[in-house]
């Protein structure tokens, strides 16, 4: 162990048994990463849908929570790895901003890092595999514009509006 000052005069340590631990580098490095991200996604994919089954969550201090909601889930995750750590920022932006859909989004993003994972193995760069990604998203988009469609209601015509709210609750309730 030995005591070092950086720049602003701060003291920190150096550890020696640091000197032993390598770090991941390339394609090792991202396999772990894309592995770390498949791990929550893994998790989160038996509770969705309308089968979906419930987990049985302890928390450190004893408390059991049974859920099957994907935000519930990811909130009690004690993770550790960074790409983990986005899959659960993932969801929480979802939450945030749509309210639903936290669980899709997480196993959404677990799949396109399996293929992320099979292209990169077959020596694709990671920024093809990216642009890949964005090219299909805008088609994707393209395609949910053409398909989708408008629906009037006003202040004197609110069944559309409740038909529409109704549908996207069922699942809530």
Known sequence: MALAFDE????????????????????????AN???????????????????????????DGDVIITNDGATILEQMDVDNQIAKLMVELSRSQ???IGDGTTGVVVMAGALLEQAERLLERGIHPIRVAEGYEMASRIAVDHLE?????FEFGATDLEPLIQTCMTTLSSKM
């Open 8 to 31: 602003y005069g701060r003291p920190f340590i150096i550890l020696k048994e640091q000197e032993q631990k390598s770090r991941l580098r390339g394609l090792d490095a991202q396999k």
């Open 34 to 60: 894309i592995s770390a991200g498949k791990a929550v996604a893994r998790i989160l994919r038996t509770s969705l849908g309308p089968k979906g089954m419930d987990k049985m969550l302890q928390s450190p």
């Open 146 to 150: 053409n398909i989708s469609k408008k």
């Open 95 to 97: 939450d945030y901003e």
